[in-house]
Nanobody
């Protein structure tokens, strides 16, 4: 019903920026809420950010406010995560996910893209 493919990860220096992309396949992409999560080795998966179908509502993890920005382009069936002033603690595998507005949990997940911040 929904396939998500992340891209844009890589190696970046501390203080640098990176934009992750999530390409989605499926009907009525604008009806899906999109989210970004990350999972670092030895740590639990954590929520990064989410955005509603019409981009009206965005939510960020408190620790990431001001550095990360989530956005989407419904015409391109894509969601994005722009990361600024990257720190070594941002090193992780990043995953995009999708859910209906009425769903309590994210229903579909991408395969992940790795972000490594050197310091």
């Amino acid at each position: 019903q929904m396939q998500l493919i992340e891209s844009g990860g890589g190696l970046v220096q501390t203080g640098g920026s990176l934009r992750l992309s999530c390409a989605a396949s499926g009907r009525t992409f604008s009806d899906w809420h999109m989210g970004w999560f990350r999972h670092a080795p030895g740590k639990e998966r954590e929520f990064v950010a989410s955005i509603s179908g019409n981009s009206q509502t965005t939510v960020y993890a408190n620790s990431l406010k001001g550095r990360f920005t989530i956005s989407r382009d419904n015409a391109k069936n894509s969601a994005y995560l722009h990361m600024n002033n990257l720190k070594s603690e941002d090193t992780a595998d990043y995953y995009c996910a999708a859910r209906w507005a009425t769903a309590s949990e994210y229903q579909y997940w991408g395969q992940g893209t790795q972000v490594t911040v050197s310091s």
